[in-house]
């Protein structure tokens, strides 16, 4: 069994080792409702040692619905320099289809993310000409879980259209409650032999990205191992951010824990088992 992950009160030891910060928001900076003051003044106190924070999100909007949503809920506007999200990211995947007509799975909100693409917004049916499925999200995320999509799924897997997955989270918290995210219909289409093609995290496109804009904030590039990446999803920020040789700081979350879970050892070996993807540290909460 290798070493325990310790278990860190603050995140200050390890941010002056680090030139820049990848971290996640949904589970870190707010839990979709509210924000979490302790992150905000953690991010803002280690820009002001003239670190970099480069907010790293798999929601399917682009960076600009992001940081809308940021400000209503009242995400400081000082604990980051920059916002990239699989929005982003999924819209190079999209420019693919120009010309051609998509299907939209998901709600309405994240219609930006075809914001200048000159694709067509179809329905599913073969004589409606869909090449391939645009999937952000369940339509309807407050009550509707997969099991509600396998019957369109398995008529989008006879057509033998591909999907493109906006948000490859499977489930996020939102005020306390667990709900299904684009991942996890991915999961699901893939499971029933679709073709799916995510971009976000834990893939590397959207790493490359976040690498060169990090570059820019800082005019010259930034060795990875003087960056840190910081969330609360074990199979997309940790795993992701591990995958390109980046350190990672897990961050607890109902997602991957129950209410009653203590972070301590036992439980964070059974979460993190393979020696070389684990965390250097966690935490309850990001803090300084």
């Known amino acids: 069994m290798p070493n325990s992950i310790p278990v860190i ?9 680090t030139d820049a910060w990848l971290v996640d928001i949904w589970g870190v900076m707010h839990n979709g409702v509210r924000p979490f003051p302790e992150a905000g003044e953690a991010c803002a ?48 995947l999209i420019r693919a289809y120009s010309g051609s007509g998509v299907y939209h799975l998901g709600p309405d909100r994240d219609l930006p993310i075809f914001a200048g693409i000159d694709v067509a917004r179809v329905g599913a049916a073969a004589e409606e000409g869909a090449r391939a499925i645009i999937c952000t999200g369940l339509f309807d995320d ?16 006879a057509l033998e259209l591909p999907m493109i997955c906006a948000n490859p989270d499977i489930r996020v918290e939102r005020g306390g409650q667990v709900i ?7 999961e699901a289409y893939a499971e029933l ?11 590397r496109p959207i790493y490359e990205m976040a690498f060169e804009r990090l570059s820019e904030l800082r005019g010259k590039d930034v060795a990875r191992s003087r960056m840190l990446a910081i969330g609360d999803g074990v199979k997309t920020d940790i795993a992701g951010a591990i995958g390109v040789g980046v350190r990672a700081v897990y961050v607890a979350s109902r997602v991957h824990m129950g209410d009653e879970e203590a972070l301590e050892p036992a439980v964070l070996d059974a979460m993190f088992p393979e020696k070389n993807a684990r965390p250097v540290a966690a935490m309850a909460e990001l803090a300084w």
């Open 193 to 203: 032999g679709g073709d799916v093609s995510l971009a976000g995290k834990p893939f």
């Open 9 to 17: 009160q603050s995140i200050a030891p390890l941010a002056a080792e």
């Open 45 to 92: 106190r280690f820009r002001e040692n003239g670190g970099r924070v480069l907010l790293l999100s798999n929601s399917p909007r682009p960076a600009s619905g992001v940081q809308t949503q940021l400000d209503q809920i009242g995400v400081r506007q000082d604990a980051y320099d920059t916002i990239l999200s699989s929005g982003d990211a999924t819209r190079e």
């Open 180 to 186: 299904f995210c684009a991942g996890a219909l991915a």
């Open 142 to 157: 407050t009550r509707e879980t997969p099991a509600d999509y396998m019957e369109m799924m398995k008529g989008f897997v």
